[in-house]
C-alpha cells in the first residue's frame, strides 16, 4: 500500500490531526506504524486480515489491500467521524438500519452495537466485499443482520458491476473498458425485497448511483418509511449522466429537508454548501432527531 501524499511526515501529520485519534495520538501513531509494516511485508500478499478491536465490542478484520481497513488504522475506526457519531447518538436498540454499499460492513458493526433486538440490512454486490462482509458478521456473532447481494438499482435486470474496493460501481451500458475487474450482478428495486416497514436510519454510499438506488426505493419513500437517510453526493452522478441538484429537487418534492452534522458542535445546520455525506430528513426524522438528540443545534431550519 502506497504511503500517503506528501511521504511519511504528511502520513503522520494526518494521523496527529484526525479527529477519532485526539486524546489517544500516540497509541495511533504507533497503530499506523504497525500498519504499514504489515503492508510491507509478505503478508500483504495473502488474504488474512489484521483483526483491530472497534467501537469497544467489535472485530473489525483488516486486509492490507482494503482502502477502509487503511483509514481506519490511520484515522480511527471514527474516521467517517460526523456520521458515525450521528449514527451512534441516533440508533435505538428496536431500530431498522439499513446499509446501502456496506462494503465490509464498518458502519454495520457500529450499528450493531446500538440495534441489539431489531434488524440490520446491508446491501453489497462486490464478490470480494461480500465475503469480507460476512467473515466480519461472523467473526462478531452477529444474527440480526441479514445481507442482500444484490446492487440496489431502480429495475430489475442483470449488470455489470466493476469490482474496485470502495469504488465498486454500476458500469454504465456499453462502457469501453470497466476499471477494476468486472462482474456479472443482479440489479433489483429494493423497495421489491425489503418489508413495508419502517426503515429509521438508510445510509446509500453507492458511488454516484445513489438516485438509482433512492429511485429503487420510491415506494418506501412515498409512504414516509424513510424517515432519515444520508447519502454521498461527491460528484460522481456525472458518471450516470445525472445531476445532484436533480436529486435533490427530486427528494425536496418528497417532503426531505437536507443538512450536513457537526459532532463536535452538535448542529444539524440546513444551509448549502452541503457536505458528501448529505443528510436528509422528513418532518417525521426531524421529530425522531429532536426525541433522540435532545442536546442537538438546529441551524437554518426551512
Not at 482502502?67 to 488504522?73: C, E, L, N, P, Q
Request: net charge neutral; aromatic share 10%; hydrophobic share 40%.
Amino acid at each position: 500500500m502506497a504511503t500517503p501524499p506528501n511521504g511519511r511526515l504528511g502520513m503522520l501529520r494526518q494521523i496527529w490531526a484526525a479527529p477519532g485519534n485526539q486524546g489517544q495520538r500516540c497509541r495511533a501513531v504507533l497503530r499506523a506504524l504497525r500498519w504499514f509494516r504489515i503492508c510491507r511485508s509478505n503478508l500483504a500478499a495473502t488474504d488474512k486480515p489484521d483483526l483491530l478491536p472497534v467501537f469497544g465490542e467489535r472485530i473489525y478484520p483488516c486486509y492490507p489491500d482494503s482502502i477502509i481497513a487503511k483509514h481506519v488504522m490511520y484515522h480511527s475506526e471514527w474516521f467517517d467521524y460526523d456520521m458515525l457519531h450521528f449514527m451512534q447518538a441516533f440508533l435505538r436498540p428496536d431500530d431498522h438500519f439499513l446499509d446501502i454499499g456496506a462494503n465490509t460492513g464498518l458502519h454495520t458493526l457500529l450499528a450493531s452495537t446500538r440495534i441489539t433486538r431489531g434488524q440490520i440490512t446491508c446491501v453489497e454486490p462486490d464478490p470480494r466485499n461480500l465475503a469480507r462482509l460476512r467473515l466480519a458478521l461472523e467473526i462478531n456473532q452477529l444474527k440480526n443482520v441479514a445481507i442482500l447481494p444484490v446492487a440496489a438499482t431502480d429495475r430489475e435486470s442483470e449488470l455489470t458491476l466493476e469490482c474496485n474496493d470502495v469504488f465498486s460501481r454500476i458500469a454504465i451500458e456499453n462502457a469501453s473498458q470497466p476499471s477494476g475487474t468486472a462482474s456479472k450482478v443482479q440489479g433489483r428495486r429494493l423497495d421489491h425485497l425489503l418489508p413495508r416497514q419502517l426503515i429509521h436510519f438508510c445510509k446509500v454510499d453507492v458511488e454516484g448511483a445513489e438516485w438509482l438506488a433512492l429511485k429503487g426505493l420510491s415506494s418506501l419513500i412515498e409512504s414516509g418509511l424513510l424517515p432519515v437517510l444520508v447519502f454521498e453526493l461527491c460528484g460522481w452522478m456525472k458518471y450516470y449522466n445525472q445531476d445532484e441538484d436533480a436529486l435533490l429537487n427530486w427528494l425536496s418534492s418528497h417532503g426531505y429537508m437536507f443538512a450536513k452534522y457537526r459532532h463536535s458542535s452538535q448542529a444539524l445546520s440546513f444551509s448549502r454548501p452541503y457536505d458528501n455525506d448529505v443528510f436528509a430528513f422528513t418532518a417525521k426524522g426531524l421529530d425522531m432527531v429532536r426525541e433522540r438528540m435532545p442536546g442537538i443545534t438546529m441551524e437554518h431550519l426551512p
